[in-house]
């Protein structure tokens, strides 16, 4: 499985024509001591300026629309969160739309012609990665707590490992250029499956770097995701996570 796990990845690549994007994550001179960040606290803080400092922490809502290339084909969809972990997913599948939402009133998904079923996990899932998306979980917010965990060798280059833990078996590493705070990645571990969440294509959207590539290895579900528009702190409508009757 892992070997087809990189062979679809491969097609993704290709079909996404996203090589040239990964190409900010490849291969740079070693920094030296001087430059690499010494502690947690200042490789964070690399981080939240190279994110966008104030804007970052300004930031309220995400809205992207993007295409999706996995080797069950290719689908459009779109996201909407907020910084409190409020998320909806929409996918473009045969016959209709796939929905997934989750909130602090409740978590659902639904397929064409099918009624919603809840998923009660779903919300403290989505909250945690928000908290990531956001920049929180690094600082310590929402119940997680951040230490450095050595390094890992990815993309041809050296990156601090931060691991960030919410009191129980999963694991949320954050792999951060110890020179630039820049992020390459994420490795999570959750409910014992292992997946990596590679970004690239950074792009500065309101004064915030967001990535409008992402690749997902993972041997259940590899995917890649191409982002063609991002809307940034636009009030979302609570109609988005209304559980439709029957």
Same mark, same amino acid.
């Given at each position: 499985?892992?070997?087809?796990? &990189? $062979? ?8 996404? *024509?996203a090589?040239?994007a990964l190409a900010?994550?490849?291969?740079e +001179? ?6 690499? =960040?010494?502690?947690?606290?200042d ?25 999706q290339?996995?080797p ?6 779109? @996201?909407?969160?907020?910084r409190?972990?409020?998320?909806? &997913?929409? @996918? ?9 939402? !989750? ?5 659902w998904?639904?397929?064409p012609?099918?009624a +919603?079923?809840?998923?009660? *996990?779903a ?8 908290? @990531?998306?956001?920049?929180? $979980?690094l600082?310590?917010r929402g119940?997680a707590s =951040?230490?450095? =965990?050595?390094? !890992? ?21 954050a792999?951060?250029?110890?020179r630039t /705070? /820049?992020?390459?990645?994420?490795q999570?571990?959750?409910?014992? #499956?292992? &997946?990596?969440?590679?970004l ?12 409008? #590539? ?5 041997? !259940? ?13 636009t009030?979302?409508?609570? $109609?988005?996570f209304a559980k439709? =009757?029957?």
């Open positions: 499985m892992r070997c087809f796990a &990189r $062979a679809a990845l491969a097609i993704l690549l290709a079909n996404l *024509a090589a040239p900010q994550i490849a291969a +001179p070693p920094p030296s001591a001087a430059e690499q =960040a010494r502690t947690l606290r490789l964070v803080a690399r981080y939240r300026d190279w994110r966008g400092g104030y804007a970052l922490e300004s930031l309220q809502t995400i809205h992207e629309r993007f295409t290339e996995s069950a084909g290719r689908q459009s969809g779109a @996201l909407w969160v907020d409190d972990g409020r998320t909806r &997913r929409e @996918l473009s599948v045969d016959g209709g739309r796939q929905v997934e939402v !989750a909130s602090p009133d409740g978590a998904r639904s397929a012609g099918a +919603p079923a809840d998923d009660p *996990a919300f403290e899932r989505d909250r945690r990665l928000a908290l @990531l998306m956001f920049g929180d $979980a600082v310590g119940g =951040a230490a450095r =965990a050595g390094t !890992a060798d990815l993309e041809d280059q050296t990156w601090t490992v931060v691991r960030i833990s919410f009191g129980d078996a999963d694991v949320y590493d792999l951060l250029d110890p /705070g /820049g992020l390459c990645c994420y999570i571990t959750e409910a014992g #499956v292992k &997946r990596t969440q590679l690239g294509d950074w792009r500065l959207v309101d004064g915030v770097r967001m990535p409008f #590539v992402e690749l997902i290895q993972s041997a !259940a579900d590899p995917h890649g995701v191409r982002v063609s528009t991002i809307e940034l702190n009030p979302l409508d609570p $109609a988005l439709p =009757a029957g």
